[in-house]
Structures are given as C-alpha cells and as structure tokens.
C-alpha cells in the first residue's frame, strides 16, 4: 500500500476540486455585476481563477514534498504561506493581463504599470484560496493517516489476539493430553475397555473444539460450557466419584459472547491444585448469571488448592485469565480469584454481557 501522500486522487477528488474553484470564480464575478463595465472585471477574474486552479496542483506537489520530508509544522506554515502568496501574485497578474489583452491595452508604459499594480495589490484573494486549499489537503491526509493507522493497530490487537489464544491453546493441551494418555493407560491396565474408549472419544471431541478457529477469538456461552464439559467429563473417568461437578447457566446468559478457553484454565486450576491432590475429593462448581448488562461467572472449587501449594494460588493460568480479561475490556470487567467463606476456593468474573446476535450485528 502506497504511503497515504502519495495515494493517486480519486476522479470523485478531482471533480470535487473542479467544483470548488468554479463556484469561486462565479462567486467572484457575481461580484462584479454591481459594476458600470462589468465585462473587464469578470475576465480578471475568469483569469485569476484559471490560474489559482492551475496553481493549485504547485501547491499539490508542494504539500506532497513537505509531507515526505516530514517537515515541523511551523517550517510547513511558512513555505506554503510564501508559496501561496508567490502563487497568487502571478494568478493575480494572470487575470489583470487577460482584462487589459481583452481591453486593447496600449503600449504606454504607465499603463503596464497599471496592470502590474493591480495584479500585486489583488495577490491576496487567490493566496488565501491556496493557503485554505492546502490547509483542505493536510486535514484531509491527517485524516487517511489516522484511519490507516486506526487499521494498522486493530489488525496489530487482531493477531496479537490470535497468538495469546494459540499460546493459550499450546499451554493447555499437552499437559492436559499426557494426564489423559495416563489415564486412558490405567484403564487399559486395569482391563476396563469401555471406559478407555470414552475417554478416547472425549479426548478426540476435546481437541477437536479446542484447536478449532473461532471469529474474534469469540464463543458463546453453551459453546464454552460445552467444552468444559467434555474436560470434566474426562477428568470424572480419571479421578472417580472424587470430582463432583455442577455446571448451571442461565438461560439468559447462553448466547452470551466470551473469549475462547476463558474458563478452562480456571477449572483445569480447581481440579489439578485443588481436587485431585485431596484423598477424599472435592466438589468443583461453575455459575453463570446475567445480572442487567452484566455477565457474571464464578468457579467454585471446595478444596482450597492454595492451602497445600500456596505457590499455585497465583498461577500461570489465573495471571493469563486476569490479562486476556484486561486486554480486552480494558477497565470494564473484575476479576477476583482467593480463599472464600466456605475454605474453598473462588473465581469470580464479571465482564460486559454481549450476545452473539448483536455481536453479528
């Protein structure tokens, strides 16, 4: 892509620059009508216009040039201030000198004076109209370059977006795929084929709907719930009736938009540090809630993880949760992860309710 300054101009441009030096020609020889001759003035004035037209693409390249060397503005001001007030002079001369041709000048000297006099004393009309089409042209390019770099970060926070998902997709799926293989191991072991085949299954379904692309990095809520569904699912063959799992979602949250793989690292968290360890088990529990326009989303674990391994109690996966969360609603979420009432262990999310519906929208 051509740097925004050296972006050809569309016809629409052209056409609409056209106009503009028109209407100011008519504008300016609807001034003349007042006059006793009127015909002179309105041909210094066709003149002068044909010339400040004509000089305005002197001061396209100029504008051009000085955008290209990156020149301070107050350098900028000035050069196309004395270009424009040059520019005008001759344009002002040019009008003057097509009045006095089609007025039969004669060959006195004072009356080239005349001409010259008129055509520097009516240097500031078309000046200002130059100065004020250079002006139109800066705010216009100020305009492409805000655009353009409005395109260049959102496409930047586009793949970051997309790295942090794929990283996040890379730190979940290995661990999680050898703690299954071991268990699917066990149960081979053990003899118990029809369990080892559910537990291939899930693992394929698992992988499945995690590798899988999502738009914006973006899934509802029953897509979200349904894949940790399938995680606790295999983690209930592995670890027994020591993983009791309650998962309720209200009806208005379903729809609900969420970063992909939101909650996963919050339940793998509850059930390696804080159920599996315990001999007798726990009772991990997951809540979603619509409350105005907020959604909120809180993960219960009953074993408090930080109490036998205080060093997880901030882990990778709570810190990288915590930083999706502010890098993509900024000041508009909270997020809480401690010890709560009942010695457990409690993750609380809220974050802005967005449906998929007005997501598409």
């Known amino acids: 892509m051509a740097p925004p300054d050296k972006q050809p101009q569309r016809p629409q441009a052209w056409l609409i620059q056209a106009t503009g030096w028109l209407a100011y020609g008519l504008i300016s020889a609807l001034g003349a009508l007042p006059y006793r001759h009127a015909y002179p003035v309105v041909l210094y004035f066709a003149g002068t216009t044909l010339a400040a037209f004509l000089a305005s693409f002197v001061m396209l390249a100029l504008c051009r040039r000085l955008a290209a060397s990156r020149k301070s503005w107050p350098t900028a001001i000035a050069i196309i201030a004395v270009c424009s007030y040059a520019l005008g002079m001759l344009c002002s001369l040019t009008g003057a000198l097509l009045e006095a041709v089609a007025g039969h000048i004669g060959p006195e000297a004072s009356q080239w004076r005349s001409v010259a006099l008129v055509g520097f ?27 353009l770099r409005e395109r260049q970060l959102l496409l930047a926070e586009s793949l970051a977006r997309d790295a942090e998902l794929k990283a996040l997709r890379y730190q979940i799926t290995p661990h999680f795929l050898f703690n299954t ?14 369990a080892a085949r559910r537990m291939i299954a899930l693992l394929a379904n698992f992988l499945r709907s995690t590798m899988e692309p999502t738009p914006q990095g973006d899934v509802t809520m029953v897509q979200e719930l349904a894949q940790v569904q399938q995680y ?52 991990l529990s997951v809540m979603v809630k619509v409350d105005g326009d907020t959604l909120k989303i809180s993960v219960h674990n009953s074993i408090n993880g930080a109490r036998s391994n205080p060093a997880e109690a901030s882990g990778l996966g709570l810190a990288n949760t915590a930083a999706r969360l502010a890098a993509r609603y900024l000041d508009d979420y909270r997020f809480c992860a401690a010890a709560d009432a009942q010695r457990g262990w409690l993750v609380a999310i809220e974050i802005p309710r967005q449906a998929a519906m007005a997501s598409a929208a």
Not at 141 to 146: A, G, L, R, S, T
């Open 232 to 283: 606790v699912e295999i983690e209930q063959i592995r670890l027994g009736d020591r993983l009791l799992v309650s998962i309720h979602c209200d009806l208005e949250a379903k729809d609900a938009l969420i970063p992909h793989l939101l909650l996963q690292p919050l339940v793998e968290n509850a059930i390696r540090h804080g159920i599996a360890p315990s001999i007798d088990g726990g009772t």
């Open 181 to 194: 293989l071991n268990g699917i191991s066990t149960l081979v072991g053990e003899g118990d084929a029809q």
């Open 121 to 147: 004393a009516n240097a500031f009309s078309p000046a200002i109209m130059l100065v004020a089409w250079s002006a139109l042209y800066w705010a216009t390019q100020h305009w492409h370059e805000i655009r």
